[in-house]
């Protein structure tokens, strides 16, 4: 049977039969099924951490003090301010005009006020429940901003059981393997705040990535609404959103916007040639796509591999032990008291870079290929 091509037709395809057609449908449906199953699966040591279930009881409401900041904040702004009563926020409180206020963000006050409109009983013990709706979102909005890509990149190509897989793990990876499972332990404001500033981070990207790939009055809305509320939120991620906003726009105003405008680093029309030269899903992966991506994997590698070789936090927290210490947690080391060895703090220093500017230099054209792969259609 022989097709006829149209201009949204691939070449070297048939006129799409019905179980073609139905491509997006199954791919959507293999997405869902595998981010529900992954998201499942965290959740049982979630709520371990979260709820102290190692203690042998279910505490659903605990909190660790402070708790009762956004409590505060509600009940002020129920009587139409945001001043608090003196003296009840200790040091993360500020005085103005006679009146205590404090610095954390409203978002998360606004959250609580339908439930305290009813009740008194819950003041300070809404940090646990609200940390679990977070990190909820947080996975809907990892698979959300996942999926917006993924159709974005590949249009409506099938998703396969393997690659569906490889979502659910990544929002696996989101949910249960990162900072949001040591925020459980832990529910007091400071962590919760953090938790609400991934969520509405997410939920920005999402709805910036939504006007990028069609715009519409609705969807401008929504990206303004995420974005202002990750805004009114105590962490600065309402700032990064905020820019965001601003490269979008400049995209658009610069008119680059639309399929005919975007740049692929592997086109699709290659992969359709190697299916219909008979090779494997795998064999294209091995062959086609990943020498072509190899300079971005290698730019992403260099950089990640940079910012943990310079890393002095983690590094310090994560290595207590003296007999196994990253470069920076030594040449920290050095400093303290009244004296400071800056002949040994410069030769540590030395040494720490050294390793980092050879291997600029024999992977340099890797890097120039993978910050312009892309870039020029």
Known sequence: MTGVLTESQPVGEERPEPAAAAAPDRSLRRFVVAVTVALGAVTIPYLWVLWDLWTGGLHGLRSVAPANFYALQ????????????????????????????????????????????????????????????????????????????????????????????????????????????????????????????????????????????????????????FIVFANLDRSPTGYACTIGALLVAGWLGWGRAGRDQRRWAVPVALEEAALLDGMSKFGIFLRITLPLTLPGITVAAILSGIFAWNDLLYAFIM???????????????????YIVPWQTVMACAVMICAPVVVGGIAIHRYIARGLTLGAVK
């Open 319 to 337: 290595t207590p032990s003296t007999g196994a210490r990253t470069g920076p947690v030594v040449m920290m080391s050095f400093l303290g008291g």
């Open 74 to 225: 509600a009940r002020a702004m129920f009587h139409g301010h945001l001043y608090v009563p003196p003296h009840s926020l200790g040091l993360e409180g500020f005085i103005h005009d006679g009146h205590e206020y404090t610095y954390f963000g409203i978002f998360p006050s606004l959250l609580r006020m339908p439930v305290l409109a009813l009740t008194h009983s819950l003041d300070g013990q809404l940090t646990a429940p609200l940390l679990l709706v977070a990190w909820v979102a947080t996975g809907l909005g990892a698979a959300g901003v996942l999926w917006r890509l993924r159709v974005m990149l590949r249009g409506s190509v099938l998703v396969s059981r393997a690659e569906a897989a490889t979502y659910g793990l990544l929002v696996a990876a989101v949910t249960g393997g990162s900072v949001l499972m040591y925020l459980a332990a832990t529910p007091f404001v400071y962590d919760e705040d953090f938790a609400w500033s991934v969520v509405l981070t997410l939920a920005s990207l999402f709805a910036l990535l939504g006007v990028v790939e069609r715009r519409s009055a609705a969807r401008v809305v929504w990206a303004a609404v």
